[in-house]
């Protein structure tokens, strides 16, 4: 599969600090894929996202040692503006980026700040408001919106300009359980729809794992476990660098000298049709 983001021996240091916020990271991201990325605050997921969507160095200024490309774009070399056009961010806060007097004008802003014709904008912004499900609330205030829907209208505003990758980071923070799973069947059914590539920082791994292609767990800088979410969750030390790991995994673990489990369980589903076959 072609590579959408390959980030090759990078480091980073903010301005002033004497301790890197990214060491030695080599990542690369096939076209196509769901990367969660996870690990304890502080650990470099942020930096790691703000130097794929250009942010860095264009807006953070530090030491840059290393190279990161987005769809074969080298980051350092091109203005954020036209990164915008391959990554869509969505902010773990999404009235961070929703502003505007009306849903439908928030959907636009993007595409209007690049410039497209006004046809264009209309029929790219009525395919994302529908794409997201969120018609009902078009003429609507931002403020007059629930967190889950102030969430799809974001992602409705970044997948408008036809982004290749979406990066969402910590998308159900802030959000109760059922709105939690409601958004993350959206991301899914968009993965699925688009062929998007999705790279998703969360805590909440219980939601995440079934849908993932791949988890890579960072700690102090550093990618320390990249793999197929079955494979990194089998290891038990993970718990202990602060990942979320879902409760399902923790309580396979704590019963896997009781029973004699084929693999691990991502899902409460996958762990009780094990629990049922180990009892036969």
């Known amino acids: 599969?072609?590579?959408?983001?390959?980030?090759?021996?990078?480091?980073?240091?903010?301005?002033?600090?004497?301790?890197?916020?990214?060491?030695?990271?080599?990542?690369s991201i096939d076209e196509g894929e769901i990367v969660i990325i996870a690990g304890p605050s502080g650990c470099g997921k942020s930096t790691l996202l703000r130097s794929i969507n250009g942010l860095i160095p264009h807006m953070y200024s530090g030491t840059y040692i290393g190279e990161v490309y987005v769809n074969n774009l080298k980051v350092s070399e091109h203005p954020i503006s036209e990164i915008a056009k391959h990554v869509g961010y969505v902010f773990q806060n999404p009235e961070n980026q929703i502003f505007m007097f009306s849903v439908e004008r928030d959907v636009a802003f993007g595409l209007e700040n690049l410039g497209l014709p006004?046809?264009?904008?209309?029929?790219?912004?009525?395919?994302?408001?529908?794409?997201?499900?969120?018609?009902?609330?078009?003429?609507?205030?931002p403020h007059e919106i629930s967190d889950g829907q102030k969430q799809r209208v974001a992602i409705a505003g970044v997948l408008a300009m036809k982004p290749r990758l979406l990066i969402l980071d910590e998308p159900t923070s802030l959000l109760d359980p059922l709105s939690a799973l409601d958004l993350i069947n959206t991301v899914k059914h968009l993965h699925d729809t688009l062929n998007l590539t999705v790279i998703i920082v969360e805590h909440r791994l219980d939601l995440l794992v079934s849908i993932a292609d791949r988890l890579v767990a960072m700690d102090?800088?550093?990618?320390?476990?990249?793999?197929?979410?079955?494979?990194?969750?089998?290891?038990?030390?993970?718990?202990?660098?602060?990942v979320g790991v879902p409760s399902i995994v923790r309580l396979q673990h704590l019963l896997k000298d009781t029973f004699n489990f084929k693999t691990l369980s991502l899902t409460p589903a996958e762990f009780v049709e094990q629990i049922n076959e180990a009892l036969k």
């Open 220 to 242: 102090e800088g550093r990618i320390i476990y990249n793999g197929k979410p079955r494979e990194v969750l089998s290891d038990e030390n993970l718990i202990t660098i602060g």
């Open 1 to 27: 599969m072609p590579k959408i983001v390959e980030v090759k021996k990078f480091t980073f240091y903010y301005s002033g600090s004497t301790k890197p916020a990214l060491k030695d990271i080599d990542l």
């Open 118 to 141: 006004r046809e264009e904008i209309r029929k790219r912004v009525e395919w994302a408001i529908d794409l997201l499900g969120i018609r009902e609330i078009a003429h609507r205030a």
